[in-house]
């Protein structure tokens, strides 16, 4: 039940080749004259020939700097969302990076463009090594994003009510699958349409504790970075929109959920329990323990529907754990 607008459609857009991306950057460095030094990363979407963004360092008018481009539609403006974020950020320790110049996607040419700083900091995932440690340096975070770093919004959310948000939600997340052909549900003998009807069922029985608030969307250990001076840069800023409560806590333990190394129910199980007693204290007497269970469902059945569903044509350890611990929660 993501606030930024996702659809099957997005999916199946037609991703370029290798030999377009490199017409592509060559174009840009161009037109921008932002000067190319080597690439460092590709944003790929659920396989690693379906690239969605190029990201290349460089320097833009003398200074260190990267160029990120659009390959495919994203649905939302980056450089908006992130001038817009700062217009309102009154943190010291918490902030975005600088913009040097952009153009959004655009359908025609089918591409967009984003020029920003070259950020020295290193990302969460690769500073914390045990789950505790993620749990302590994100609550440091969330603290002063909850209070200082988000104050207005900027976005008009839609006129949906919980239940109605959540079955559009269902039904991307299941065309998504259908589309992957990946029938790695069947395999374990399911019916990949019960896992929407339980979380539905749950979304009917518990919708007027669910609310929405606005925020970020997509703060993971991979989003989250820190500098020499402790400060925190985030990125990732396609994503800011209306959310189901919570998602920000759920959706850094649902990033952490993903490893493939948690090949257990009894590990995925602990990692739940660490952050829900987290969120339990940080929000104090307002906590609604079914609502945040709700959010978790949520992002749960983003993982075994596309993340992993969708991905992997054979069951896996991390995939049978979590319909375990999914089938756990909807009991």
Known sequence: MGGKKISASFYQQRFKTRSEWSRLVGQIVSKTGF???EEFFTNVVYHQNRIGSFHI???FQGKPASLKIQGIDPG???ASNIISFEKQNRSSLIRAPTVYKYQDYDPKSGFGYLIWE???ARPLRQICRADRDHLEEFLRFYQEFKSEALNDSWIVPKEKTPLESAEGYVGVLEKIYQNAGTKVLTKLGYNYQIFGKRFLSLVKKHSSLWSREFTHGH???DDILIDREGKYIIFSHLYWG????????VFYFWALSLDKRRNSVDNLRALYQLW???ARRFWGESFIPEAFELTVLDRLLGSILVQIGATTSNPTPLLRATISFFDELTQ
Request: no cysteine; glycine share 8%.
């Open 35 to 37: 000067r190319a030094e």
């Open 57 to 59: 360092k460089g320097k």
């Open 76 to 78: 939302s403006s980056e």
């Open 118 to 120: 070259k950020i020295d």
């Open 219 to 221: 703060l993971g250990p």
């Open 242 to 249: 209306w959310y189901p409560i919570y998602y920000d806590f």
């Open 276 to 278: 829900f007693e987290a």
